[in-house]
């Protein structure tokens, strides 16, 4: 006759609490790295996205360059009529935009986006366009320079974190070159040589992408790309 074994109530509610702490250990980390790969591929949308929008611009008007299109060549002197006429009526035939948000200042949350490692202080921003896939984008064309644009996308919109290099990234548009020029802040087009300007080995702290030092996150765009869309920091 076989002698039968249970478990008794204590063993069963230590079990219980060893596996709730391991759990506790262990989902944030599995959490923490889910929400990385979809903020990867967000990430790689959007950058996607750019390089249409601006290929198909230049294809529309049969030019080799971007900043020989309308777009750039019409862009206003007036800030204020650049955000709420000028962009959204150029690119809502490409991206279909949905709603306009010019920012009134730091209280305003939709536009504070975070640094990546300095005390959770940030910077605003001017406004936003929010485009139907979710995502909102800030465009800004720089008249006094060689090198046209700033892009800059919040991948999951108004949701968290909004911080640099996790779910807001920022691009340039290069003119002089082909129409799908957009390249990385703080990548090598943009450093062009120079070591200092470049995201490994700048010693300039907006530039950097670090989760050590002190980092805005605005060359975590470059890091990004350059290792195949993993966010390895």
Known sequence: ??????????????????????????????IANYQKKVLEQQAKQAYSLLSGIFNKMAADEEVTDICLTSFVLNYPQNDDEAYTIYLPEMLNKYIGIIDIHVCSGSSDEKCFIKYLNNNNSGNVEAYWLYIKNGMKMNIEMDRDVGL??????????????????????????????????????????????????????????????????????????????????????
């Open 148 to 233: 046209w644009g700033r892009l800059i996308v919040d991948v999951n919109g108004d949701k968290a974190p909004n911080t640099w290099g996790r779910d807001v990234f920022y691009w340039h548009i290069a003119c002089g070159g082909s129409p799908s020029a957009i390249y990385p802040r703080a990548g090598v087009i943009y450093a062009n040589g120079n070591s200092n300007d470049y995201w490994k080995t700048t010693g300039k702290w907006d530039l950097r992408c670090s989760t050590t030092e002190t980092s805005l996150g605005s060359g975590c765009t470059a890091r990004l790309m350059e290792n195949g869309w993993v966010m390895d920091y």
């Open 1 to 30: 006759m076989y002698k039968k074994f249970a478990f008794t109530l204590s063993e069963v509610l230590i079990t219980l609490g060893i596996i709730g702490v391991v759990a506790a250990m262990t989902l944030p980390a599995l």
